[in-house]
């Protein structure tokens, strides 16, 4: 047992059911944290309110500076499919995709810095109890790609796979329904939302990605934040055989008063009936 683990006064069943899951980290507020175990959910943010609005832009300028290398060396025909393919692309916003960040870190300065703020908390969700969640919505976890490299590769099977689509399409001139026939968007979509500037890589993020939701979809909610309305999509979590939601740790961030905060989060695990291990971070408070 860790000195953290021995000041926090962690029992033998806290820590034995920490060590049993593989764990992912989400980085939050106090209320953000109050808000998953009082509601039993998450809330998974449209992709272009996020913190980063531009992220799915990253995505888009790979695949429109990889059809434009293409396009150079291409027929009259084919180079017409290509200018639609720019056209969707250059009109795309991410579209209705939701997003819900967790990380591989536990305790990591920049991200208490960036989610944190004043006095934060690091929650432990069980990675096996997140995909087996996939498993019964439209949602999937997948891990970030950093690598420029394998972005590249990604996003060229996708162009590729399109145009094999309008290869198939011989004579046809109707350039923008081909392409959409042809998923391309879709499919952009679907990679385009697991990839993040290689700057990032120390992140080490893991995405649960819902979507893309049609603009009827009656499910998603709305909430307030710095004068906007921002839609979000809740994800209901499931209590385990034990009855427990899926949360097996949680590290408190640096803070003032951080012993009060450790004594207090106690209680609240004893109130909402969960059962999780809590740490401090490593990290010192900076008043």
């Known amino acids: ?44 943010t449209q992709i272009q309110y996020m913190n980063d609005s531009k992220e799915f832009g ?9 059809i434009k290398r293409k396009k150079f060396s291409a027929s ?39 989610y944190c703020g004043l006095g934060g908390y690091s929650i432990g969700f069980n990675k096996s109890a997140l995909q087996e969640l996939c498993e019964t919505s439209n949602f999937r976890l997948e891990k970030c790609v950093y690598d420029d490299t394998e972005k590249e590769r990604l996003i060229g099977e996708v162009i590729e796979a399109a145009v094999s689509y309008f290869e198939s399409q011989d004579g046809r001139e109707d350039f923008d329904v081909i392409e959409r026939e042809s998923k391309f968007y879709s499919r ?19 995405r649960l990605i819902g979507g893309p939701f049609s603009w009827k979809d009656k499910k998603s909610q709305w909430r307030t934040r710095d004068g906007l309305l921002l839609p979000y999509y809740e994800l209901k979590l499931a209590r385990d055989e034990d ?45």
């Open 1 to 44: 047992m860790s000195f953290f683990e021995e000041e926090l006064g962690a029992t033998q069943l806290e820590t034995e059911r920490a060590e049993r899951y593989e764990r992912l980290y989400h980085y939050t507020s106090v209320e953000g944290l109050k808000g998953i175990l009082d509601n039993e959910s998450l809330w998974t």
């Open 58 to 66: 990253h995505a888009v300028d790979i695949a429109l500076g990889l």
């Open 76 to 114: 009259a025909r084919l180079a017409q499919f290509y200018s639609a393919m720019e056209n969707t692309l250059g009109s795309s916003n991410g579209a209705r995709t939701f997003i819900f960040s967790m990380t591989e870190n536990p305790d990591q300065l920049s991200q208490w810095r960036g």
């Open 188 to 206: 952009i979509l679907k990679i385009g939302s697991t990839m993040k500037h290689s700057s990032f890589v120390e992140e080490q993020e893991w």
């Open 243 to 287: 009855g427990y939601l899926p949360i097996s740790e949680v590290y408190i961030g640096p803070c003032k008063e951080r012993h009060l905060a450790a004594d207090s989060l106690r209680v609240y695990m004893q109130v909402t009936k969960n059962l999780f291990r809590r740490r401090y971070s490593k990290t010192p408070y900076r008043g």
